[in-house]
């Protein structure tokens, strides 16, 4: 394949709970499972081409970028930014600020990743707050939570903007066709919620461009209420940890009874692969990680504990990203808005 034609994914190396042996490891099988992508590996150059030796592949789909220091999650992220500049993580951002880069995947401090996101990559112009989105499962699918850790004092504005950015994503991405778009509430009425929420449920009402459903309490998330679900990060942010140990507690609770008696354990060999064949459906690692949306550049942050598969899938998920155009897509709408405001001013 043309070098031209490449996908090219900046992976920061050396960050997560699990790098660089997990993270060496899903480049290397992201590479395998497509043709179009080339990563650009950021780290201890000794340390990742021992574990390189490991694994036969294309070489050419595959660089190292030398960068002799590491992120740890506790730092400060705006002092680790300005400080470590030969860090992995500025390393990878920094490759995809001069164009080196379509995207950067990282599952190292998510503080730094945001903060460098917007100062090294920076947002598209008339972007107020770039939201970081995860996909997660429901009961039909997949919905988009928008946002769930990047800004946690958003203003009725941002969340227009997010209602709008993920609109785009889950149409372009996902595929779904003209996708419902619900704010998080603690009713269904209107006159419900919060400040932020009263302010913005009118906003997201009459906004012609998007498929605005109303009001979705959390409860109603896992069902598939809503393909874009709209809150600041703070919520976001409660919502995902929830679902995630919701998910975990189950696990363990259902293990635990289909392990309680022989009986028990007959019918759980019975049952195991329709099980096993339903469970998978909800598993996070499979959407990859969660992008920022708004920047310049692809930015993809996936969980610090993170193994090969979901960062594989972190990688290539943006193959699809770069080839629907999607900051094009999301520069457009943007911009119509801007000229549309300007014009009723």
Do not use: W
């Not at 060496?24 to 497509?34: L, T, W, Y």
């Not at 009713?187 to 302010?199: I, T």
């Not at 998978?280 to 959407?287: H, I, N, P, S, T």
Request: aromatic share 4%; with cysteine.
């Amino acid at each position: 394949m043309d070098m031209g034609e490449y996908v090219k994914v900046a992976v920061d190396a050396m960050g997560g709970d699990n790098a660089p042996v997990e993270i060496v490891k899903g480049a290397v099988e992201a590479i395998k499972e497509s043709d179009k992508v080339k990563v650009y590996l950021t780290g201890r150059e000794d340390v990742l081409k021992k574990e390189l030796a490991q694994y036969t592949y294309n070489q050419e789909q595959m660089e190292i970028v030398p960068a002799s220091e590491v992120i740890e999650t506790a730092e400060p992220p705006v002092m680790a930014i300005r400080k470590k500049k030969d860090s992995s993580l500025v390393k990878a951002l920094n490759l995809v600020k001069d164009g080196t880069c379509d995207a950067y995947v990282s599952a190292g401090s998510t503080g730094a990743t945001l903060v460098g996101g917007q100062v090294i990559v920076g947002r598209i112009k008339g972007v107020e707050r770039p939201p970081l989105a995860p996909l997660i499962p429901t009961a039909t699918g997949c919905s988009l939570l928008i946002d769930c850790g990047a800004n946690v004092d958003a203003r009725p504005s941002h969340l227009v903007q997010f209602a709008k950015m993920g609109s785009v994503y889950m149409e372009n991405i996902v595929g779904v066709k003209n996708p419902r778009v619900g704010i998080v509430n603690i009713g269904a009425e209107e006159e419900k919620g919060n400040a932020l929420v009263k302010e913005t449920f009118p906003l997201l009402k009459n906004c012609p461009d998007i498929n605005f459903i109303g009001s979705v309490e959390a409860r109603d998330i896992p069902a598939g209420a809503a393909d874009v679900i709209v809150c600041e990060a703070f919520v976001g942010n409660v919502v995902l940890k929830t679902y995630e140990g919701v998910g975990l507690t189950l696990m363990k609770k259902m293990k635990e009874g289909l392990m309680s008696s022989f009986r028990s354990k007959i019918g759980a060999l019975l049952v195991k692969p329709a099980l096993k064949e339903t469970l998978k459906a909800f598993d996070l690692e499979q959407y990859g990680g969660a992008p920022l949306l708004g920047l310049k550049g692809l930015v993809v942050k996936t969980h610090g504990s993170s193994k090969a598969n979901e960062i594989k899938n972190s990688i290539l998920q943006c193959i699809a990203f770069s080839e629907q155009k999607i900051n094009e897509k999301i520069k457009e709408k943007i911009m119509t808005d801007e000229v549309v405001s300007g014009q009723e001013n």
